[in-house]
């Protein structure tokens, strides 16, 4: 069954510093995407970026990028430099060929202070 | 053009009454998803149409539920006879095109429903 797990309820990081977000996913298709989603506390989903199952390299977008692990079947995001702006939920989604709709994770809060 | 629109962005209603919840998606965006999520939750999945083609409503929980949307065009969500437990922000998505892996999901800003 499709599942995507995230096991840090809270993470707390200072400005400037690099923080990464777990995610771990479950999936028997081998065509499959990730996706990482930010809510701040206006509650609006944003997407950060897309990592393919069968893209070579990992994703980066900005200050964002996926450490994508097939064979441990992992998708953490690393933000650079963070900054007080950063500070939100984080979602991990997962989408393959038999469902259309995203599985999301439970989520990540990312507390960023100065 | 704007990004997706939903109405209300809060609404309070007693247990049992019937709600109405209504998307906007992005011009053009084929398709069209809504999802719900409990208090400190994740996302989950509800109902998702694609053009004319018969909608997934694999996700509804109860068949207090109903969902339409005419075309490409606006959708709304029902909620009848509402329970406590349906209290949760309702989140529409669309994305521009029939739906591969890697199609990106927009989404609107939410209605926050509470049930008393």
């Known amino acids: 069954a499709q599942k995507i797990t995230q096991t840090q309820p809270g993470m707390f990081v200072q400005e400037k510093e690099a923080v990464t977000l777990d995610c771990t996913y479950d999936t028997s298709d081998p065509s499959y995407g990730l996706f990482w989603y930010k809510q701040p506390s206006s509650g609006e989903m944003i997407f950060l970026i897309y990592?393919?199952?069968?893209?070579?390299q990992n994703a980066t977008e900005g200050r964002y990028s996926l450490n994508f692990q097939k064979a441990r079947k992992s998708a953490n995001l690393v933000i650079s430099a963070s900054q007080l702006g950063d500070s939100a939920m984080y979602f991990c989604?997962?989408?393959?060929?038999?469902?259309?709709?995203?599985?999301f994770g439970k989520g990540t809060t990312l507390s960023v202070s100065s | 053009g704007a990004g997706v629109s939903q109405s209300p962005s809060n609404k309070v209603t007693e247990k049992g009454k019937d709600v109405e919840l209504r998307c906007d998606p992005i011009s053009g965006h084929t398709a069209l998803y809504w999802y719900r999520q409990r208090l400190g939750q994740g996302l989950e999945f509800l109902i998702y149409?694609?053009?004319?083609?018969?909608?997934?409503k694999s996700g509804l929980p109860s068949d207090r539920f109903s969902a339409e949307r005419t075309g490409e065009s606006v959708s709304t969500l029902t909620i009848q006879r509402t329970q406590q437990e349906d209290s949760a922000v309702y989140l529409c998505?669309?994305?521009?095109?029939?739906?591969?892996?890697?199609?990106?999901?927009?989404f609107g800003p939410g209605t926050r429903l509470l049930v008393l």
């Open positions: 990592q393919g199952s069968y893209d070579q």
């Open positions: 989604a997962m989408r393959d060929r038999k469902k259309t709709a995203l599985i």
């Open positions: 149409f694609q053009g004319n083609s018969a909608p997934d």
């Open positions: 998505a669309s994305s521009p095109r029939p739906s591969g892996i890697g199609e990106t999901q927009y």
